[in-house]
């Protein structure tokens, strides 16, 4: 599962608040990956990073940012969340571009009231 | 756009049933589809994958059949389990290309 972990693994937090989601991981991959997860929409990607500091946008990026100053560690930020960020945050990892399988994390349960 | 589009979003089988999920993609430069599973409260997991230049693969009690023709491929359950009750992901990507495209997931129920 190349050892990744998300924290927190749940939060409930208010509408115009900040959040930042955290994913880590151990094994080195160069690529990691935000997605959001929502019923009937599947795994939507809202930012991917190809390298400490390269990052770029999903299709669901509005309202979200991202920051990679480690290779390890991979942030996700609501700028000031909304009702319809609440959903199921995974991260995501990929070695290089040469291999072809993500690892997933644990997941992000969020709820924004 | 959806790029690949999955079949059915929710399935519902008795134990010993084999449950079919299908996907069908439109860009021909795909050449790696992966299927994914998670289960609740998990992230999704490699289940099996398949390259183009196949039209079967065979792991355990599941199964992927491709045909390149029709630009859809779809994951067969052998003798399924109430242990197989998750979401499935079918998922498909282009060599060089860092960025799988996923279909939208079945929820398969295998009742006892």
């Known amino acids: 599962d190349a050892g990744i972990t998300q924290s927190p693994r749940h939060k409930v937090t208010e509408t115009g608040t900040p959040v930042t989601l955290r994913c880590h991981q151990t094994?080195?991959?160069?690529?990691m990956y935000w997605y959001r997860q929502d019923p009937g929409h599947g795994l939507r990607l809202i930012h991917y990073?190809?390298?400490?500091?390269?990052?770029d946008k999903g299709e669901v990026s509005d309202g979200y940012s991202v920051s990679r100053s480690k290779t390890e560690d991979f942030l996700l930020t609501l700028e000031s969340a909304t009702s319809s960020q609440t959903s199921v945050y995974f991260c995501?990892?990929?070695?290089?571009?040469?291999?072809?399988?993500?690892?997933f994390g644990p997941g992000t349960r969020l709820l924004v009231l | 756009q959806q790029q690949v589009k999955q079949s059915p979003q929710s399935l519902i089988v008795q134990k010993g049933g084999i449950p079919i999920i299908n996907c069908a993609y439109e860009?021909?430069?795909?050449?790696?589809f992966p299927w994914y599973q998670q289960f609740p409260g998990k992230g999704p997991a490699l289940l099996i994958a398949?390259?183009?230049?196949?039209s079967e693969k065979k792991e355990g009690r599941f199964t992927i059949s491709f045909n390149k023709s029709a630009k859809q491929f779809s994951l067969h359950i052998m003798d399924s389990q109430p242990g197989d009750s998750a979401t499935y992901f079918c998922?498909?990507?282009?060599?060089?290309?860092?960025?799988?495209?996923f279909g939208r997931g079945t929820s398969l129920i295998v009742h006892p």
């Open positions: 995501a990892s990929l070695r290089d571009s040469k291999s072809e399988t993500q690892y």
């Open positions: 998922a498909a990507s282009r060599g060089g290309s860092y960025i799988p495209t």
């Open positions: 990073s190809y390298g400490v500091k390269d990052t």
């Open positions: 094994e080195n991959h160069r690529y």
């Open positions: 398949i390259r183009p230049d196949v």
């Open positions: 860009n021909t430069a795909f050449d790696y």
